[in-house]
């Protein structure tokens, strides 16, 4: 069973830096697409950047150039580098994580199997 924790959340100010991290177990976890997204209060929840393997990633239009994420295969984990925060930023954000890879459906939540709990990252102006 996959279990995925994230962490690294917290309060910053407009134009900080944040990274999130979430921890895999349960997962082989190099042949796992690996996602984050985020909801805000009110809103959908959204995608904001996937990683199929080290080399391909994918990201939001409303993060490309700010946000980056990463993978360390060796140690089953997952990171968001989030820089230049805005407060639009502010929103909880969650680990998903797919068996496989489809450059298709990998925006969309319904492609993923698993879910962390999620981090809350407020963003103040």
């Known amino acids: 069973q996959v279990h995925l924790v994230e962490s690294g959340g917290g309060l910053v100010q407009a134009g900080g830096s944040l990274r999130l991290s979430c921890a895999a177990s349960g997962v082989t976890f190099s042949i796992y697409t690996m996602a984050w997204f985020r909801q805000a209060p009110g809103k959908v929840r959204e995608f904001v950047a996937a990683?199929?393997?080290?080399?391909?990633?994918f990201y939001a239009d409303s993060v490309k150039g700010r946000f980056t994420i990463s993978r360390d295969n060796a140690k089953n984990t997952l990171y968001l580098e989030m820089n230049r925060l805005k407060p639009e930023d502010t929103a909880f954000y969650y680990c998903?994580?797919?068996?496989?890879?489809?450059?298709?459906?990998?925006?969309?939540?319904?492609?993923?199997?698993?879910w962390g709990q999620g981090t809350q990252v407020t963003v103040s102006s």
């Open positions: 990683a199929y393997d080290i080399s391909n990633t």
């Open positions: 998903a994580s797919r068996w496989g890879e489809n450059p298709k459906l990998l925006t969309t939540t319904q492609w993923y199997t698993s």
